[in-house]
């Protein structure tokens, strides 16, 4: 594998690189990797079919379809749909829900593109769309919030945890306000970010949708599922056969089992521990050259890194690329965007949410790694001051 195809006379080996941007996304366990590969050699059969061989294709599915659910809801209840990631299960409710312009929507402002980009298309075109403001520590006003449900929201979105800043929300009051306020609302969860790394409950928290993916818990990419509560409707905005009531068309077999293998084999405990002792030695020997912590930082998976001296991220990210350190700025799919809406919704100027590295750790890190970042980090910033 070339990691380095401006210079073949130095090509990094995966030993090499430091990687810091598990937010981003995750890389494959092993098991995942071998489930996966003996799915695509002996259970390629299409599910849709009825001879022998795809029947036991589609009984694989439905118990991924369980193990993934469980972990949602002990119950178990609710119906889950396979997707091919948060993207598409997020649009799948917004605009299944959002169906006509004398509904009113509400979104927490900060919000994945996945959520943000359907959310500004419906506006454009002319419905009622508007955005709950965040604290300067990130977490969604509450107070705003309240002001801002009318009797005719039909929905809510918010992420569970923010991918910019690792911001965990307060979900469970979110739902308490706005079932006080309007119990009529859809409450639907991007719970991406959270999902696996924390332990919840979807439906004691009184969510009517959750998305979740498979890349960001050590899964394939792109499948993901869409947890929709029991008596919950949502207009399809996709057309064709049977396979699943909300989203036609045959299954990616290889990539749902890999997604209920890396499931039932995340140690959410075990992997805190472990990711909360990288967070404790990054926050312990970060303090140096003027650097902050953008946002409550109460979430180890997660760090907003803000960068002294008028020092862009970018530049930095460069320069530690370099060094085979590989670090974010941010959501990984708003990073070509020249604006972080998060940081400038939690108050900061424009100009200082340039000046970012986002820090997000996973179950393959290790101490010395971070070390091995801060040493670097340390000396990167001494040669741009």
């Given at each position: 594998m070339i990691y380095?195809?401006?210079?073949?006379?130095?090509?990094?080996?995966?030993?090499e690189i430091c990687y810091f941007d598990n937010a981003a996304t995750t890389k494959p366990s092993d098991v995942v990797l071998g489930e996966m590969a003996l799915a695509e050699r002996e259970l390629?059969?299409?599910?849709?079919?009825?001879?022998?061989?795809?029947l036991n294709v589609k009984r694989e599915i439905a118990n991924a379809n369980e193990i993934i659910k469980k972990r949602l809801t002990k119950s178990g209840e609710g119906e889950l749909v396979f997707t091919s990631g948060a993207t598409e299960s997020n649009n799948m409710v917004i605009l299944g829900k959002v169906t006509n312009q004398r509904q009113h929507m509400l979104v927490a402002a900060g919000e994945h593109s996945s959520v943000y980009a359907p959310s500004v298309n419906l506006q454009n075109n002319g419905f009622d769309v508007e955005y709950v403001p965040l604290l300067p520590c990130g977490e969604i006003d509450l107070h705003a919030l309240r002001g801002l449900i009318r009797s005719n929201t039909?929905?809510?979105?918010f992420g569970m945890v923010n991918s910019d800043t690792g911001t965990?929300?307060?979900?469970?009051?979110?739902?308490?306000?706005?079932r006080n306020e309007n119990p009529r609302t859809h409450i639907h969860c991007d719970a991406v970010q959270?999902?696996?790394?924390?332990?919840?409950?979807?439906?004691k928290l009184g969510l009517d949708s959750a998305s979740v993916s498979a890349h960001k818990?050590?899964?394939?990419?792109?499948?993901g599922a869409l947890w929709i509560r029991k008596g919950v409707t949502l207009k399809p905005i996709m057309f064709g056969g049977a396979q699943q009531e909300y989203r036609p068309g045959t299954e990616n077999n290889a990539a749902i089992i890999g997604f209920a293998a890396a499931v039932e084999i995340f140690d959410t405990a075990k992997y805190f521990d472990h990711i909360k002792s990288l967070h404790a030695r990054l926050i312990k020997g970060l303090p140096f050259l003027g650097t902050t912590i953008n946002g409550s930082n109460l979430n180890p998976y997660i760090t907003n890194v803000g960068l002294p001296h008028n020092m862009l991220g970018q530049t930095v990210l460069n320069a530690l690329s370099a060094k085979g350190i590989c670090v974010g700025l941010g959501s990984a799919c708003a990073s070509t965007s020249s604006k972080n809406r998060t940081l400038l919704a939690m108050g900061l100027p424009e100009a200082k949410t340039k000046q970012v590295l986002r820090i997000s750790f996973g179950i393959y890190n290790t101490l010395a790694e971070v070390d091995?970042?801060?040493k670097n980090l340390e000396e990167v910033l001494e040669n741009l001051k």
């Open positions: 380095d195809r401006g210079n073949e006379g130095h090509k990094k080996s995966p030993q390629y059969f299409n599910s849709a079919a009825l001879y022998k061989q795809s039909a929905l809510f979105v965990v929300q307060n979900a469970s009051e979110i739902v308490r306000i706005i959270g999902f696996c790394k924390f332990n919840f409950d979807v439906e818990v050590y899964g394939p990419k792109g499948v091995v970042f801060l």
